[in-house]
T-cell receptor
């Protein structure tokens, strides 16, 4: 059974700093991994999707990497801004499943 | 472009009452999903559909039923609500199997069962 873990549960950093969010998964048969953003009272917005054949994906100030051998993915946010404050969730899709397995998220606060 | 729309946004029920949550998408997506989100547990899949007229059980289907009579709509029903079903419910859709395409989420329905 796929398990996805995100540590820490909460993180506060000063504005302007670069930061890394971590995601660990147990099933090496993972096919892809997605990173989502969730604002309070809102649904999830897909940020980046990394296929298992890829090592990383980039969108603007965001860069996500995937290392299947170590069971880890990271989301790198460059030059953080207060508008980046949100909860970030990762979710993995493994062969044989028809579902995403979600982590419980990291609540990020950017301090102005 | 509305994307994924969920109604209602909030609801309070008494134990034993029934209700239906409606999800509508205007992106012509084949795949639709219902999740529940609980503190400390992440999102869990309740039921999903791979096309009009199809439904399948997810991770936590007990106590829920679904229907997909039209491609754009996916309904989640609670026949006899229980306090354990207090949660935030999210609907999502995707063009293809999520292995290839990202899922698009609605803003959620916050449901309290007293």
């Amino acid at each position: 059974k796929q398990e996805v873990t995100q540590i820490p549960a909460a993180l506060s950093v000063p504005e302007g700093e670069n930061l890394v969010l971590n995601c660990s998964f147990t099933d090496s048969a993972i096919y892809n991994l997605q990173w989502f953003r969730q604002d309070p009272g809102k649904g999830l917005t897909s940020l980046l999707l990394i296929q298992s054949s890829q090592r990383e994906q980039t969108s603007g100030r965001l860069n996500a990497s995937l290392d299947k051998s170590s069971g880890r993915s990271t989301l790198y946010i460059a030059a953080s801004q207060p508008g980046d404050s949100a909860t970030y969730l990762c979710a993995g899709w493994a062969f044989g499943n028809e579902k995403l397995t979600f982590g419980t998220g990291t609540r990020l606060t950017i301090i102005p | 472009n509305a994307g994924v729309t969920q109604t209602p946004k909030f609801r309070v029920l008494k134990t034993g009452q029934s209700m239906t949550l409606l999800c509508a998408q205007d992106m012509n997506h084949e795949y639709m999903y219902w999740y529940r989100q609980d503190p400390g547990m992440g999102l869990r899949l309740i039921h999903y559909s791979v096309g009009e007229g199809t439904t399948a059980k997810g991770e936590v289907p007990d106590g829920y039923n679904v229907s997909r009579l039209k491609k754009q709509n996916f309904l989640l029903g609670l026949e006899s609500a229980a306090p354990s079903q207090t949660s935030v419910y999210f609907c999502a859709s995707s063009r293809d199997r999520v292995s290839n395409q990202p899922q698009h989420f609605g803003d959620g329905t916050r449901l309290s069962i007293l």
